[in-house]
């Protein structure tokens, strides 16, 4: 490799990882070292900004109700994508094209497009200050996405070992889960994670969706609380770092998984 190449990587690493660094380490800066450099060490680190934003600042409510929305938009999304595609490739459907059409559209539109009908009609549900309206809207709007990654990863799975099991007696419910379910581990990964970070991550349909205090997430409680506390740089580090952690070690567990569910779904 030219030594130049290997120089513009290495900058473009630290480039790409400085931030993230700089975040850690005021973190667990005392608040008496606030005011040095942030890129220097902090000479008495500490972890009391943690336990002041977990309790005081209200993250461990936060921390919980995120949790809570993104594994169950996580479950529900691998439910219904997996069952949608599987019909859409398996099972012999009158309309087929026509519902591929629908779900592309689906990709096409924008959230932020049709937020304010999405909010007319969680309200109208009566929905508005709860998490299962959020869960709803989240499905509704990442479902498309996860329908045809799954239905490409089907698309792999030869079609002789459905009919074979058809001719032995199973049902399509007994096929969709002893057979096509267990032979697609890694686009299952891949959706759960997939949509556990853009729950985990999403600040706009919270902010819309739940302003009651005891309902927000982590997205949201760290918007206010960089608005009522600016100046609290290594609080504002700490409630950051609690809310990228879970995400990291999720990549980090599961990247194989990842990697090989992108890759083979993405490609026939």
Do not use: C
């Not at 087929?96 to 959230?111: E, H, I, N, R, Y």
């Not at 996405?145 to 079609?159: A, G, N, T, W």
């Not at 902010?207 to 997205?219: E, I, M, N, V, W």
Request: charged fraction near 10%; aromatic fraction near 12%.
């Amino acid at each position: 490799m030219p030594l130049l190449v290997l120089v513009f990587l290495i900058a473009f690493a630290v480039l790409m990882t400085l931030p993230s660094v700089l975040t850690l380490l005021a973190s667990i800066k005392p608040a008496t070292e606030q005011g040095e450099a942030a890129w220097l060490p902090p000479a008495h680190p500490t972890f009391e900004n943690f336990i002041r934003v977990w309790t005081d600042g209200g993250f461990s409510r936060y921390f919980i109700n995120t949790a809570l929305i993104s594994i169950v938009d996580a479950a529900i999304m691998i439910a219904l994508a997996s069952m949608v595609a599987y019909a859409l490739h398996f099972l012999r459907l009158k309309f087929k094209t026509a519902l591929s059409l629908w779900f592309l559209l689906g990709m096409m539109v924008p959230a932020a497009a049709i937020v304010l009908p999405l909010y007319t009609t969680v309200r109208t549900f009566g929905l508005i200050n709860t998490h299962l309206g959020v869960i709803l809207s989240d499905v509704a709007l990442a479902l498309p996405v996860f329908v045809f990654l799954f239905e490409s990863y089907f698309k792999k799975i030869p079609m002789a070992l459905h009919e074979a099991a058809r001719v032995d007696g199973a049902s399509e419910w007994q096929i969709y889960r002893r057979i096509i379910m267990p032979a697609s581990v890694p686009v299952v990964i891949t959706t759960a994670l997939l949509e556990f970070v853009w729950s985990w991550n999403d600040l706009l349909l919270r902010l819309l969706l739940l302003p009651q205090d005891s309902k927000r997430t982590l997205a949201v409680g760290l918007l206010f609380f960089q608005g009522s506390q600016t100046r609290d740089i290594s609080g504002l580090s700490a409630g950051t770092v609690i809310m990228a952690l879970p995400v990291v070690a999720l990549f980090l567990i599961f990247q194989g998984h990842f990697v090989r569910g992108m890759t083979q779904g993405a490609v026939k």
